[in-house]
């Protein structure tokens, strides 16, 4: 067995060993399973069954990491992506009011669209169309949504609800009165930090950045873990178990529609979902593969295989009831550990599986804690700590960004402000896309735009006049 998997996966002739990809392959896993937690959660916050989407989560990152390591041998594994699964139940769900059942559609349309455009290798060249600054900008402003709605899971931030009170004369209390005065109905403030579910996620984010700070492999599965612990302690967490029987599948196994899906208004959407995984799954191939050492002439061999990875585990996906499937960009954690070829994205994909077997963790661990059972509503403050922090990983790309140029620089700030401010990932792009296409046309700089980018600047314009969604 080991001397087949040496000549597979090519192990001494990419200057690796055995031991270094199966360590790689853990290491990788660990920095990126926090995603079995959270994906749950926040597709729960849609309607979905928690246990369904943890089971369709795991399966789905299974088999893309295994095909990414086996058609492309690449050391990087896949599972359902940070920013999709946000746009799927904030914006698609909650604010559009499209039923989940569609919305898998939808993700299932768009991986049927990147198995298409693989297939003709003309995915590279719509990723190629798009500015480098408004790609750094995306990847940026998706992190500050994400950080913000950790925030609001933590019970850090929070809206208020009560109306404006000025200070009156006979009131004398200045302080009181100031604070009465400060927000405005609807702004956001700090939350209740009396709160035992808002102390744990404070402990859980000081927790995951003391071992980020410290360069833990594995920093983020261990600080969910001991946040999980220290839950317990504190009675916030209640002890569910370790381990069971895998949750079924069946609530949301192919549960997608395609109801309502071909028309003029979902278009965007659809498109939407495509070009966030494009930009994805290009950036960390090209960001790890470069790591590791594999470009060659600033080329990604195999590009088209490892593409076809995602594209399947996309399809996959959205049929087994999760949001679309992306490289990760934590198997750099992996290359670090010496990993080089795909048998660690493999051992990645394996260890998937076997969390399945650990649904009563997945469930403490992911669970929401009411702290308005009036409202219905809840806080995530073991998994709240995780968000924040990769938003702060994600928020790196903004440095890429040509701010000396203002053509460049205008259209990725609002890209950047514009997605957490109107709490849409395809708010935010709509923007960056329109300015930026406005912008280099008044300026007389249309040689910057390409036919694809004016394609998209239409379809976002035509998006908020005629269809107001």
Known sequence: MTAWLQRFFRIEENG??????????????????????????????????????????????????????????YPVALAPGMGENFFFTFTVVL???????????????????FVVLTLLRVREKFINAVPASLKHAIAAGIGLLIGFIGL?????????????????AAEGDLAAGLQRFEYASGAL???????????????????????????????ILW?????????????VVQWKGLVAAPPSIAPTFLKLSFKGLFTFQVIPVVIVFFIMDFFDTIGTLIGVSSRAGLLENNQLPRASRALMADAVGTVAGAALGTSTVSSYIESASGVEEGSRTGLSAVVAGLLFLLAIFFS?????????????????????PVTAPVLIVVAVLMLREMVHVKWDDHS?????????????????????????????????????????????????????VLRFVLIRF
């Open 16 to 73: 690796s060993t055995l031991r270094r990809e199966i360590s790689g392959g853990v290491v990788t896993f660990l920095t990126m399973s926090y995603i079995v937690f959270v994906q749950p959660a926040i597709l729960s916050q849609a309607g979905m069954d928690f246990g369904a989407v943890m089971m369709a989560t795991c399966l789905s990152a299974a088999l893309a990491s295994i095909l990414m390591g086996v058609l492309a041998n």
């Open 95 to 113: 604010m559009l009011g499209i039923p989940w059942q569609q919305a898998l559609g939808m993700v299932f349309i768009s991986g049927v669209l």
């Open 152 to 168: 609001v899971d933590a019970g850090i931030i929070v809206r208020n609800n009560s109306g404006l009170m000025p200070l009156t």
């Open 189 to 219: 403030k700090l939350g209740d930090f009396s709160l035992p579910a808002t102390q744990l996620a404070l402990v859980g984010l000081l927790l995951v950045s003391l071992l980020l700070v410290r360069r833990v492999k594995g920093a």
């Open 223 to 235: 600080g969910i873990l001991a946040t999980t612990l220290v839950g317990i302690l504190m009675g």
């Open 360 to 380: 009563p963790l997945v469930a403490m661990v992911g669970g929401g804690v009411a702290f308005s059972a009036a409202d219905g509503l809840f806080l995530y």
């Open 408 to 460: 460049e620089a205008i259209p990725a700030a609002l890209t950047l402000v514009g997605m957490p401010l109107t709490y849409s990932i395809a708010d935010g792009l709509a923007l960056g896309f329109v300015s930026y296409t406005a912008i280099k046309l008044l300026a007389g700089r249309w040689r910057d735009l390409n036919w694809i980018m004016v394609l998209v600047t239409i379809v976002f």
